[in-house]
């Protein structure tokens, strides 16, 4: 059994992004994985779209905050409601490779890790690469 991944996304007026965050990680190769929402009191659209993911995905949890707190606030209450053996951050506007959870759980468990980070690639808007990856 693979091990479960609480995927912990804060999100506030996140409309134009939050479909194609999410799909990025319906599409892992590590299938065992929930996704909690957090949004931080959004005034757009954003949780019509979540909510209808979350319909279709019993793996997507929502939650909405009555008041906006900020990112750290729906970051944490996320990470209370999490079941996971590994929690993964990933921000309303970033997509994943398909691989990422795997490659990550797979380097964990051979190195008998308890971190993993990776570097990232910045996109633009509309999601062309800006050919600028940032490493630690």
Known sequence: M??????ITPTYNS???IAQTIQSVQNQTHSNWEMIIVDDASSDQTEAI????AKADHR?????LHNNAGAGVARNQAVSMASGRYIAFLDSDDLW????LQKQIDFLTTHNASFTF?????IDEAGNPLNKKIQA
């Open 97 to 100: 490779k398909p691989e990422k």
């Open 15 to 17: 409309e134009k992004y």
């Open 2 to 7: 693979e091990a479960l991944v609480s995927i």
């Open 118 to 122: 990776s570097f990232y690639e910045c």
């Open 50 to 53: 979540v909510i209808e993911f």
């Open 60 to 64: 997507i949890k929502f939650y909405k």
